[in-house]
């Protein structure tokens, strides 16, 4: 399968001044050519007259199904009792209200331009099989509340039960995904670890989301969050990357840098919650790879990357009180490659370059919202949204044409996702 998208502006996030005019060829999953004008015959051809084409953008920590729970009870004081109404709910889900809404968070996620997320959730075998219908690229990772018995148990039965429900699909990645140094104990993490290290995944975990578990850390450990997990050699064992990180020190900055452990910042889901803001610019000053993420559904309230590249450039223009301090480029490499990097695919995905798996949307900036068009990344963070993203692929199959999902029923999904929600809440 040969497809050329013609004509269009790429931005191939590989370097700030690298945008240029040009033809990509995608085959089959690869892009083959990117070239001022590609000759021969293609089974597809796309007009990008007036459209950015860039890498889809990488979701790096996310809850899809809590899709569900979107708008539920979310006036609640903190994360600790908006956490105490999600659990009880959680406890009743079964596989089909997980499969349900896996699909629709991928709708989601394709329609806002999004082709990889790092899952840390329950079921996860459902979302699975949601990943490989829809053709999505899915980071799931396997999910841990509690002691060291409880994570060799996941281990054994619900890693094993992910990978038979991917089915030899290849864009699915096994991680191990200890929730919270609050639910998790020393030897859940160790476990995780081992596990990660031995089967080639990495280690996903909630880390300083609140200035209330740093300090009950350092109450109960003695020690702050980051020296904690170092102290039981877990970023000495696997690749790591923390979601949120609000409140790192410097001696903290100092082991993430060393240790090559990357942050996932959630800006939407950290303001919801009055978490705080992550100091994100000084955190990349300082030598970090920052990713980007929505978080939950329920704590966002949706899975729009566009809207979390937005709120971060703003967040960090008001709490630095300099606009300049993240620039758009940067924010958009956070949702971009470094996202990829984060999570260990940037070899495959992230940037725009030949040999590269096809992972690219195409924006058409010829929309109210997006006219004129003066600077190209300012005009993707501040003025662009999901009514720009025209087509949408994955590992070169196109996901989204012209607008429309092609992998996926959302009347139908929509229709799911209501009925087994009203079935939830009479549980
Ligand atoms: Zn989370």
């Not at 699909?103 to 806002?112: D, H, T």
């Not at 703003?314 to 630095?320: E, G, H, K, R």
């Amino acid at each position: 399968m040969k497809t050329l998208i013609r004509n269009g502006l790429v931005i191939p996030m590989t370097g700030k001044n690298d945008i240029r005019k040009a033809d990509i060829l995608i085959e089959n999953n690869k892009i083959s050519q990117i070239k001022d004008s590609v000759e021969g015959k293609f089974d597809k051809i796309i007009d990008a007259d007036g459209s950015f084409i860039l890498p889809s953008f990488v979701n790096a920590h996310t809850h899809l199904a809590m899709e569900l729970m979107r708008n539920f009870k979310d006036d609640r004081e903190n994360l600790q009792d908006w956490l105490s109404e999600i659990w009880p709910i959680e406890a009743k889900l079964n596989d089909r209200d997980i499969y349900w809404a896996s699909k629709l968070g991928i709708a989601e996620l394709i329609r806002n331009g999004c082709t990889t997320f790092a899952d840390m959730y329950y079921h996860a075998w459902e979302t699975a099989k949601a990943c490989r219908e829809s053709g999505i690229r899915g980071i799931l990772g396997v999910a841990i509340i509690g002691d060291g018995k409880v994570a060799e148990k996941n281990f054994k039965e619900d890693a094993t039960r992910i990978k038979d429900a991917a089915d030899g699909y290849e864009n699915i990645r096994i991680d191990a995904a200890p929730h919270a140094i609050y639910t998790c104990s020393d030897d859940a993490y160790v476990i995780a670890a081992e596990w990660a290290a031995e089967n080639g995944a990495l280690l996903n975990t909630h880390l300083s989301e609140t200035q209330k578990e740093v300090d009950d850390c350092i109450r109960t450990k003695g020690e702050h969050p980051v020296s904690y997990l170092n102290r039981l050699g877990i970023f000495d064992r696997v690749k790591t990357y923390l979601a949120h990180g609000v409140f790192f020190d410097d001696a903290e900055l100092e082991i993430l840098r060393k240790k090559d452990v990357s942050i996932v910042h959630n800006p939407s889901s950290n303001a919801k919650l009055a978490s705080g803001i992550a100091p994100i610019a000084k955190y990349r000053t300082n030598g970090m790879n920052i990713a980007l993420g929505t978080d939950g559904a329920s704590s966002n309230n949706n899975l729009n990357m566009i809207n979390e590249m937005r709120l971060a450039s703003m967040l960090s223009s008001v709490s630095t009180g300099k606009p300049s301090a993240l620039s758009c480029y940067d924010v958009i490499r956070m949702a971009t490659a470094d996202g990829a990097k984060a999570l260990g695919l940037d070899t495959r995905i992230g940037t725009l370059e030949e040999g590269k798996e096809a992972d690219l949307l195409v924006m058409n900036m010829k929309k109210v919202n997006t006219c004129p068009v003066n600077d190209p990344y300012s005009a993707i963070v501040f003025s662009s949204d999901a009514r720009n993203i025209e087509y949408v692929f994955s590992s070169g199959e196109m996901l989204l044409e012209k607008g429309t999902l092609t992998t996926l029923d959302e009347d139908e999904i929509m229709k799911n996702v209501t009925m087994q929600w009203n079935d939830i809440l009479r549980r």
